[in-house]
C-alpha cells in the first residue's frame, strides 16, 4: 500500500498547489495558502490568511518532502516560510499562544527533516511558551495574551515542541498540568480547558490529537512509564467517543476543519513512535494505525474529483461538496475563524484530507 498512498498524497498535494497556493501580494521568491476555492478578492490579495493554518500549510510541505525529495519542494517550503514572516508583519509572534504553538512545531520540523532552519524563531517561541507558564492563575499557559483561558489546544503542541526542544522539565509539567486538570473522569477524553477556575466541557477532536503527541513525546524521552500508560488510556477512549465505525469524526469547515487531520498525525505518532513491548503498548499503536488507515480509506472513497484532483470533505464518512464562489465566506470572529456556507471550500478542509493522506504514507514508510 506504499505507494497507493504516496499517489494519494502526490494527488492531494497537487490539487492544493493549484487551488491555493500563490504569490503574497506577487512578490518574488513568497507563498501562502489562499484560504477558499473558489476564493473571493479579499482572499487572493491575502486580506486573509489565518495563520495557523498557514503553519499546517508548512507542515505538510514537510510531510511530502520526506515522502518524494524533490529541490522545487524545498523552494516552496522557504517561500512558504517567508511569505508566513511578511504577512505577519516581519514577525514571527502573534497573539496566541495556540497559533504561534503550530507555527513553531511546523519550523522545528523544516529545520530538522528539511535542513530548513529559523534557529532564532524557534529560540523566541520557546522564551514565549516557558514565560507564560502561570500555576498561579490556573495554567498551564493560556490560550491568548492578556487571556485566563488555559486550554489543551495551546499547551498540548506548545509541550510538543519543547519536548523536542529539549525543554523536558516544562513539556512534562504541561503534560502533568492537563492530565491533573482536563481529563473526563468518565470518558477519558480531554476536555478544552478551565477558565476562571471552571472547566470548559467541550470535548475537541484535536485536543486529543496534541495530548497524544505530548505523551509520545515524553514517553520517548523520558523514563517515566506514566506517559505511554496515558497514552494507552487515551487512544481507547479516542477509539470509542471520537470515530464512527473506526473513523475520526469531522468538525465542519473554518478551524474545525484542521481538526480530525490533527488527530490522525498525532495518532499516527502513537502507531510508529510509541516505545514500549508491553501488550498494552502493542494494542495502542494497532488501534491508532487502524483509525487512521480507516479514516484515510474513508476520506478517499467520499472524495470529489475535479479537474482530475481530489477535494475532501469535512466529514470523512460522508460525500464530499464542490463548493460554489457564492454563500458566507469562512471569517474571523473573536480569535476563531467560522466556516464557509460549503465547508469544502475552506483550505483548512483540504489541508486536512492532505495531512491525512500524508500520515497513512508514513504508517507503511515508517517515518513520522
Not at 288 to 304: E, G, P
Amino acid at each position: 500500500m506504499v505507494e497507493v498512498w504516496a499517489n494519494r498524497a502526490a494527488s492531494s498535494e497537487a490539487a492544493i498547489t493549484k487551488r491555493h497556493l500563490r504569490r503574497l501580494w506577487g512578490l518574488p521568491g513568497t507563498q501562502l495558502g489562499v484560504t477558499a476555492w473558489p476564493a473571493a478578492r479579499k482572499q487572493t490579495l491575502f486580506g486573509t490568511w489565518h495563520y495557523w493554518w498557514q503553519a499546517h500549510l508548512l507542515d505538510c510541505l514537510v510531510d511530502a518532502q520526506l515522502r518524494d525529495p524533490q529541490p522545487q519542494r524545498l523552494t516552496r517550503i522557504r517561500r512558504q516560510i517567508r511569505g508566513h514572516h511578511l504577512r505577519n508583519n516581519l514577525r514571527w509572534t502573534n497573539d496566541y499562544y495556540d497559533d504561534m504553538a503550530w507555527l513553531a512545531l511546523a519550523l522545528e520540523r523544516s529545520q530538522r527533516l528539511a535542513d530548513i532552519g529559523k534557529p532564532k524563531a524557534l529560540h523566541t517561541f520557546a522564551e514565549q511558551f516557558l514565560n507564560s507558564w502561570v500555576p498561579e492563575d490556573g495554567g498551564g499557559i493560556p490560550w491568548r495574551k492578556q487571556d485566563q483561558f488555559f486550554n489543551a489546544p495551546a499547551n498540548g503542541p506548545a509541550g510538543i515542541f519543547l519536548a523536542r526542544y529539549d525543554r523536558l522539565r516544562r513539556a512534562q509539567q504541561m503534560a502533568d498540568w492537563i492530565d491533573d486538570t482536563l481529563i473526563d473522569p468518565e470518558t477519558k477524553l480531554v476536555f478544552d480547558g478551565i477558565k476562571a477556575g471552571s472547566l470548559v466541557r467541550a470535548q475537541y477532536t484535536y485536543c486529543q490529537g496534541v495530548v497524544l503527541g505530548l505523551e509520545v513525546e515524553l514517553a520517548r524521552r523520558t523514563e517515566d512509564p506514566e506517559h505511554a500508560q496515558r497514552v494507552h488510556r487515551l487512544v481507547a477512549a479516542v477509539e470509542e467517543h471520537m470515530t464512527t465505525d473506526g473513523v475520526i469524526r469531522g468538525a465542519g469547515g473554518g478551524d474545525g476543519g484542521l481538526f480530525n487531520a490533527i488527530t490522525a498525525r498525532y495518532l499516527a505518532s502513537v502507531a510508529t513512535d510509541l516505545p514500549g513491548d508491553t501488550p498494552a503498548d502493542e494494542q495502542a499503536r494497532a488501534t491508532a494505525r487502524t483509525i487512521v488507515l480507516k479514516s484515510a480509506q474513508s476520506a478517499w472513497d467520499f472524495r470529489q474529483t475535479v479537474d482530475g484532483l481530489p477535494l475532501f470533505g469535512p466529514s470523512w464518512d460522508r460525500n464530499a461538496e464542490v463548493p460554489t464562489a457564492g454563500g458566507r465566506q469562512a471569517e474571523s470572529v473573536d480569535g476563531a475563524v467560522n466556516a464557509s456556507t460549503i465547508p469544502e471550500r475552506d483550505l483548512s478542509v483540504q489541508l486536512s484530507g492532505w495531512m491525512l493522506m500524508e500520515t497513512a504514507h508514513t504508517l507503511d514508510a515508517g517515518t513520522a
